[in-house]
């Protein structure tokens, strides 16, 4: 049975970081591309509301991010222990919200690697708070 789990959210300031870490189990989807989204507060349609943050292949041959993060924010993935994790600094207060990761089937590429209907596998997220 495929799961995913996220940890790492919390409380900062502005201009700080966070770590947040995605646990990945399951033999299914060891070779699924990774992604993490982004879900702002008060938006509550699951998949429509969700941003593409970043995502990574599973071998780490090809990462990709949303303009609004490029620069601040860095995925990685670490299969010896089976984990994804997503460095953000520079913390913005738009960045607040509850961050998914989730796995896609490696048949999807290109722009469909960014769609959040299409991943099959999710967390339940989370919370990450900027203050100012």
């Known amino acids: 049975q495929a799961q995913l789990v996220e940890s790492g959210g919390g409380l900062v300031q502005v201009g700080a970081s966070l770590r947040l870490s995605c646990a990945v189990s399951?033999?299914?989807?060891?070779?699924?591309?990774v992604g993490w989204f982004h879900q702002a507060p008060g938006k509550t349609r699951e998949f429509v509301d969700r941003?593409?943050?970043?995502?990574?292949?599973?071998?780490?041959?090809?990462?990709d991010y949303a303009n609004s993060v490029r620069g601040r924010f860095a995925i990685a993935r670490d299969n010896a222990d089976d984990t994804v994790h997503l460095q953000m600094d520079s913390l913005k207060p738009e960045d607040a919200g509850i961050y998914y990761c989730?796995?896609?089937?490696?048949?999807?590429?290109?722009?469909?690697?960014?769609?959040?209907?299409?991943?099959?596998?999710w967390g339940h997220g989370t919370q990450v708070t900027v203050s100012s």
């Open positions: 941003e593409f943050v970043a995502s990574i292949t599973w071998n780490s041959d090809a990462a």
């Open positions: 989730a796995a896609l089937n490696p048949r999807y590429s290109g722009y469909l690697t960014r769609q959040p209907g299409l991943y099959t596998y």
């Open positions: 399951g033999s299914t989807i060891s070779n699924w591309r």
